[in-house]
C-alpha cells in the first residue's frame, strides 16, 4: 500500500479484512496504518527501490492512493517490472492530473460538464479579457495541474476572478498554475462516485458527499475535504443510472479508444440539479475524506477486487453490499488550514473515541513523539 494519509489508512483496514491470508505492508506509511500493516522502509519516489521491494517480498498486489505517484509514473514502472498494480497508468491519470486535458476529453466524447476555456500564463490578458465578457458570476478557475485538492477559486465577482488569475498565473499554486481552466458556474448539490475499473467494466461504490470548505455555513477557503457521508441521498438509483450511462460508460470507452485503458479507481466528481448530472472533476485514486465513509459501507473482498481490477478482469461478485447503513467521517484538523498552521500538537482519547460502537480513527498528519505519545 503507497501512501500515508487517512485514506490510506482507510485502506489498510479494509485491505486487512480480506479472508484470504497474506502480509500487508505500507510505505511510507503513518502510525495507524501500521496497526494493520508492516512497514517497507522504502522512499516511494524511488521507484527502483519500491520494484526491488516488491521482487523481493513476492509482492502480489500494489495499492497506490494518492495521486502523485500516479503522476510521476509508479504504476507504469511497477507493470514494466511485471508487478501488479491498482492504479491507472501515468497518461490515464491526465484525467486528473491536468484539468486541461479532462475537459477536452468530455468535450469531444460528449459528457457532461461546464462550459470552460483554457490559457496559459502567457495568455493572461486573454484570459482576462474572457473573464471580462463573461456575463454572470460566480466564476470557477482552476489551476490545471495538481494542487492537493486547493487548487480551485470560486469568485464571486469580476474583480474577484481577475485576482485569482493573477493568483495562480503568480504561483500561488507552483507548477500546476502554469495553465488555467476558466468554467461556469453549475449550480446543484456536490456528490462523488467512485467506479472501480479494469479497463472496460466497471463497479460502483456507495455515492458520497464531502465538504470543502474550511469554515461552517460552507464559509472559508476551499480544503482538500473537511468530511464527508455516505450514501449520499442525492445520488438516487435514477442519477447514478445516468452517471453510468452518460459519465462512466463513455470515460472507458474513449480512454480505451484513445489507447490509456483506465483502470484502478476513477472518482467522478458531480454536480447534480434537478436530477442532472454534471462532472465538476475527475480524479484517478480514491478520494479523501469520502473513502473513509465509502468503505466503512462496504461489504465484501477489497484485496481481490483490487486484484482484479489490475489483472483486467473484473470480479464484481468479490463485494456483496455497498451500503451497509450509513457513515460519516469529519475531519479534525489544527487551526488555520489549509493556510499556515500549527503543527505538532499531542493528540489524546483516541482509545475512549474508538471505545464506541461504530467510531474509528483514521490518521493522517500523525506521528509518534519520541515519548511514544501522538
Known amino acids: 500500500l503507497i501512501g500515508s494519509g487517512g485514506r490510506e489508512h482507510a485502506l489498510a483496514l479494509a485491505l486487512s479484512r480480506s479472508p484470504e491470508p497474506g502480509t500487508l505492508y505500507a510505505a511510507p506509511a503513518n502510525p495507524g496504518i501500521l496497526t494493520l500493516a508492516q512497514h517497507a522502509d522504502i522512499s516511494v519516489t524511488q521507484h527502483d527501490s519500491v520494484v526491488k521491494f516488491c521482487k523481493t517480498h513476492h509482492i502480489d ?22 508487478i501488479v498494480v491498482f492504479g491507472p497508468s501515468q497518461r490515464a491519470a491526465q484525467l486528473e492530473t491536468s484539468k486541461g486535458f479532462a475537459k477536452d476529453f468530455m468535450a469531444k466524447y460528449g459528457i457532461p460538464t ?22 454572470s458570476t460566480p466564476i470557477v478557475l482552476k489551476a490545471d495541474g495538481l494542487a492537493a485538492g486547493k487548487g480551485v477559486i470560486i469568485a464571486q465577482s469580476i474583480a474577484e476572478a481577475i485576482d485569482a488569475l493573477d493568483e495562480i498565473f503568480g504561483g500561488a499554486f507552483g507548477a500546476a498554475g502554469n495553465e488555467v481552466v476558466i468554467e461556469e458556474f453549475l449550480h446543484g448539490e456536490e456528490a462523488s462516485v467512485f467506479a472501480i475499473c479494469d479497463g472496460e467494466r ?15 455555513n460552507d464559509e472559508g477557503k476551499n480544503t482538500g475535504g473537511m468530511g ?32 490509456n485503458p483506465f483502470s484502478g479507481c476513477l472518482f ?18 480514491f478520494g479523501d475524506p469520502e473513502t473513509q465513509a465509502v468503505l466503512a459501507v462496504t461489504e465484501g473482498d477489497l484485496a481481490n477486487l483490487f486484484l482484479s481490477s489490475a489483472l483486467g478482469n473484473l470480479r464484481s461478485d ?29 493528540i ?27
Open 61 to 82: 498486489l500494489v495499492v497506490i492512493g494518492p495521486e502523485q505517484p500516479l503522476e510521476a509514473g509508479l504504476s507504469d514502472d511497477l507493470r514494466t517490472e511485471g
Open 114 to 135: 461546464a462550459a470552460f476555456r483554457r490559457f496559459t500564463s502567457q495568455q493572461r490578458d486573454e484570459a482576462i479579457a474572457f473573464v471580462q465578457e463573461l456575463k
Open 202 to 216: 466497471f463497479i460502483t461504490l456507495a455515492p458520497a458527499q464531502d465538504h470543502k470548505r474550511a469554515l461552517d
Open 228 to 259: 464527508a457521508f455516505a450514501p449520499a441521498a442525492i445520488v438516487s438509483d435514477d442519477v447514478l443510472a445516468k452517471v453510468e450511462q452518460l459519465v462512466i460508460k463513455p470515460t472507458l470507452a474513449g480512454m480505451k479508444q484513445d489507447g
Open 268 to 285: 467522478v466528481g458531480l454536480m447534480i440539479d434537478n436530477g442532472e448530472p454534471n462532472v465538476v472533476e475527475f480524479n484517478c485514486r
Open 318 to 346: 468479490t463485494i456483496t453490499n455497498t451500503r451497509n447503513g450509513f457513515a460519516c467521517n469529519v475531519v479534525v484538523a489544527s487551526g488555520g488550514y489549509p493556510d499556515s498552521y500549527s503543527k505538532g500538537y499531542k
Open 348 to 374: 489524546t482519547g483516541i482509545e475512549q473515541a474508538e471505545a464506541v460502537n461504530g467510531v474509528t480513527v483514521f490518521h493522517a498528519g500523525t506521528s509518534i513523539s519520541l515519548s511514544g505519545t501522538l
